[in-house]
């Protein structure tokens, strides 16, 4: 390993802290920059909004703030190894791509003792998840046009099946079998990517890890496959992203970030790496309120987070930011506020925006097409709902205080808090009862903060999706009462031309009967032109006034004033 002195001076700030230089690395030397510096505040800009960023750490308080990017596994490895000073006292590691990463991962999981079954899902690859949810696709789909076409072939195909199953099971020699081969065969990222609201909270003795989908509102281009547009039909549009965080006991906050485009071979196209800028936004905006280069509170107030900022600098104040600083950070991570507008929370939000145009679209022609768009819209909000319901499951077990159990208690490695505990054997290593129990502590300010986005995930997220839902609905029943309404419209139509070919039908017959008497052969009776047009005339008139009469009457004449009128 190569000593700080090696290392070009051109490359080492020399306002660099002391503790970076005792860990004794070359590459964390010439990666350090000043978050506080101008000159280099846009160059780590800019490393955070590009695709092909690997990593960064960030270590800061109240005086200092320093990051570096793109570090390999030695160097935190050294890092880790090495406790911080005081006046740095929170850091925070922020991975990409965590399957490239798995070295780096397995020095974090040492570091803070992560499950084995945790750090494997960290390190999960989501390219293993196409070919396995291809072949899981199309045989779901074949079963179920089988079953919704064919339903009696169908199920001699079952029962075909479940005889040949017996018969394997008979047959089967168990003495053969070394080891369970019944675990399907299920990665990680095919269960995020098919249970959007799935979501995982992990507690040890060093850390609480939280892992959640988060969605961005972001177009992609449509999938070519029939069958995953029909998928995609159901699922609310923009980019899922997998997530984890973590809050460490030494203050250290760990954000790690699924792969968003993993398929396309490193390579991004101008649409991908837009897409990796808004999906990267609330993160950006994060690691610039960390800066004290710029002054963004009169700019954008609301994009001002007090993690490393203060408008004044009271007693009590400054002896908390070191404690509240790690779980700001934790919770600001976690919100992601620009998503959650765009999605729902705003006035006009596309499923708003949607079911308008649908209802417009209704008052001018329904259609049974329509109850198909909202049956799509439907699923998509009752994916939402879920989503955020998540979420709000999320911060009920990040507050959800750890207690000691009776077993912990009953361990004679730990010390329970009470008077006596002086007078217990200190023959093998004592542990405090506070230090036993799982998870890290939330600061009062981080707490205030989880109990708010609760609140705001009720009123703003899950209330707007409820009154769509209802709105949908609403429609569903508007539609085909609408198309009720427009078939008894065609109903009295047929109605009134029936009545109208029945009219004249009554007026012609009294002629063509009188019609028919003067054309009859009758001896000693002569019929004159002139008389047969007078009884002609006098037939034809009294007809019409016993239609008009009878119209009167029966009321089949209001029928058609009234739609005169209204046609007028």
């Known amino acids: 390993m190569s000593t700080p002195q090696s290392v070009e001076e051109s490359t080492v700030d020399e306002r660099l802290p002391k503790y970076y230089k005792d860990i004794n690395c070359s590459k964390l030397l010439s990666e350090m920059k000043n978050l506080d510096d101008v000159t280099t505040l846009k160059a780590l800009e800019h490393n955070v909004t590009d695709p092909y960023s690997r990593n960064f750490l960030v270590d ?19 890092a880790l190894a090495k406790p911080r000073p005081s006046s740095l006292y929170t850091r925070w590691i922020n991975i990409w791509y965590p399957s490239e990463h798995q070295s780096t991962l397995e020095v974090i999981a040492k570091r803070y003792d992560l499950s084995p079954r945790l750090l494997g899902l960290m390190c999960s690859d989501p390219r293993a998840v196409k070919g396995n949810a291809a072949v899981n696709d199309s045989k779901g789909s074949s079963s179920f046009f089988a079953a919704a076409h064919q339903p009696l072939k169908y199920l001699r195909h079952l029962q075909e099946q479940a005889i040949e199953m017996e018969e394997g099971w008979k047959s089967l020699d168990m003495s053969n079998i070394e080891e369970p081969t019944m675990l399907p065969d299920m990665s990680h990222y095919q269960i995020v990517n098919e249970v959007w609201h799935y979501s995982s909270v992990d507690w040890g003795r060093k850390y ?45 906050v760990i954000s790690i ?90 006035r006009e939000h596309r499923y708003q925006a949607e079911l308008n145009q649908i209802r417009q679209d209704m008052l001018h022609k329904a259609e049974l097409k329509h109850i198909n768009r909202l049956h799509h819209i439907g699923r998509q909000l009752a994916v939402l709902k879920r989503l955020y319901q998540t979420y709000e499951s999320i911060v009920d077990h990040v507050l959800e205080k750890q207690t000691a159990t009776m077993a912990s208690l009953a361990n004679s490695h730990i010390i329970a808090t009470t008077e006596n505990s002086e007078q217990l054997s200190s023959s093998q290593p004592q542990v405090a009862e506070e230090d036993s129990l799982l998870g890290v502590s939330l600061s009062s300010a981080a707490r205030v903060r989880f109990l708010r986005l609760k609140h705001r995930i009720r009123l703003y997220a899950l209330a707007e999706i409820q ?102």
């Open 60 to 78: 800061f308080g109240d005086d200092d703030a320093w990051s570096a990017f793109n570090l390999d596994v030695d160097t935190f490895a050294q």
């Open 467 to 568: 009154d769509c839902l209802d709105q949908k609905e609403s429609l569903v029943m508007m539609n085909f009462n609408l198309i009720a309404i427009k078939e008894s419209y065609a109903v009295e139509r047929l109605t009134r031309i029936t009545l109208l070919l029945g009219k004249v039908t009554i007026l012609f017959m009294p002629v063509s009967l009188m019609s028919a008497y003067f054309g009859a052969q009758f001896t000693d009776a002569q019929f004159t032109v002139k008389s047969y047009w007078i009884w002609f005339v006098v037939i034809f008139v009294i007809s019409a006034l016993a239609l008009v009469i009878f119209g009167a009457v029966s009321g089949t004449m209001e029928g058609a004033w009234r739609q005169k009128k209204k046609n007028k």
């Open 257 to 346: 970030t699924e792969d968003p485009f993993p398929f396309n071979g490193g390579h991004f196209s101008p649409e991908e790496q837009a897409n990796v800028l808004f999906l990267r936004r609330n993160l950006l905006n994060i690691f610039l309120q960390i800066s004290k280069a710029k002054d963004t509170t009169k700019k954008s107030p609301l994009t001002t987070l007090p993690i490393r900022k203060s408008v004044g600098n009271s007693h009590e104040e400054t002896l908390h930011r070191p404690s509240d600083a790690p779980g700001l950070l934790f919770f600001f991570l976690f919100e992601d506020w620009y998503s959650c507008y765009s999605l729902v929370i705003r």
């Open 208 to 252: 609480v890890c939280i892992g959640y989908n988060a969605l961005y509102n972001v177009r992609l281009k449509p999938s070519a496959d029939v069958e995953e547009k029909q998928r995609q039909q159901d699922l609310p549009e923009g980019k899922r992203i997998w997530n984890w965080l973590l809050l460490c006991d030494d203050r250290t």
